[in-house]
């Protein structure tokens, strides 16, 4: 017989397992009805779904996220219209008040997120002596 503490316990690991989880994904549902956040633009905008899936691959950059943050981003942003050619522009954008580091450590990760490997691409560029 299970006792009503064992249960609590055995349902508090199920609960944070599963919220672990579904953070990891970005379950845009369960983080909205969770925590009150909602990671989609706002109804009642001035700004296109576009620019502002831009602005958050910029703020993105700028927090430095997780990869898959990042990633995530971008993949919003190809969803809202925008290409690829503006997503790089974006880290051109905020390279002045992000600064290089952060612009060099997104990139790779932004070049995943569109399909290019930047890592290999400069491996390519380094002959071997």
């Given at each position: 017989?299970?006792?009503d503490s064992e249960r609590r316990s055995m349902y508090q690991a199920a609960r944070f397992?599963?919220?672990l989880r579904k953070l990891a994904m970005i379950d845009e549902g369960f983080i909205k009805d969770e925590a009150g956040l909602a990671l989609g633009s706002a109804t009642a905008s001035?700004?296109?779904p576009r620019t502002v899936a831009l602005l958050q691959v910029g703020a993105a950059v700028t927090a430095g996220p997780s990869p898959v943050c990042l990633q995530?981003?971008?993949a919003r942003a190809m969803a809202a219209?925008?290409?690829e050619?503006?997503?790089a522009d974006v880290l051109l954008a905020v390279a002045p008040v992000t600064g290089l580091g952060r612009i060099a450590a997104a990139a790779p990760e932004v070049g995943i997120a569109l399909g290019y490997d930047v890592s290999a691409a400069l491996e390519a560029l380094d002959p071997i002596v």
């Open positions: 017989m299970v006792l397992q599963e919220t001035a700004l296109d995530w981003s971008v219209g925008a290409t050619d503006e997503i």
